[in-house]
């Protein structure tokens, strides 16, 4: 069974740092590719990162370059999303999900429950 769990959200104060966590299991990343994707109420949903570890290949979106880090452990079947200075529009539920064979366009067909971050002004 393919399962994707977050976790790392919480509150935290504007400058401030998170790292979320996305577990994988029931598929390996050789296979396939992770997205971060993240909502805010009333926004549609936004493509954050993405990580291809087979290849190292990494996808920003413009507005968390520079501040956004993905990685992968794939002894550890877990990719990272470490977030750094943290703005008040980065307030939103992020999800990771899973898309074979690597990052793009192709429908991501597995999503994790979503994990909630906060950021206060």
């Known amino acids: 069974e393919v399962q994707l769990v977050e976790s790392g959200g919480g509150l935290v104060q504007a400058g401030g740092s998170l790292r979320l966590s996305c577990a994988a299991s029931?598929?390996?990343?050789?296979?396939?590719?992770i997205g971060w994707f993240r909502q805010a109420p009333g926004k549609e949903r936004e493509g954050v990162s993405c990580i291809d570890s087979s290849t190292g290949t990494t996808f920003y979106a413009d507005s968390v370059k520079g501040r956004f880090t993905i990685s992968s452990d794939n002894a550890e079947n877990t990719v990272y999303l470490q977030m750094n200075s943290l703005k008040p529009e980065d307030t939103a539920v992020y999800f990771c999900?899973?898309?074979?064979?690597?990052?793009?366009?192709?429908?991501?067909?597995?999503w994790g429950q979503g994990t909630q971050v906060t950021v206060s002004s």
């Open positions: 999900a899973a898309v074979a064979p690597m990052c793009g366009p192709s429908e991501y067909d597995y």
């Open positions: 029931g598929f390996t990343f050789d296979d396939r590719a």
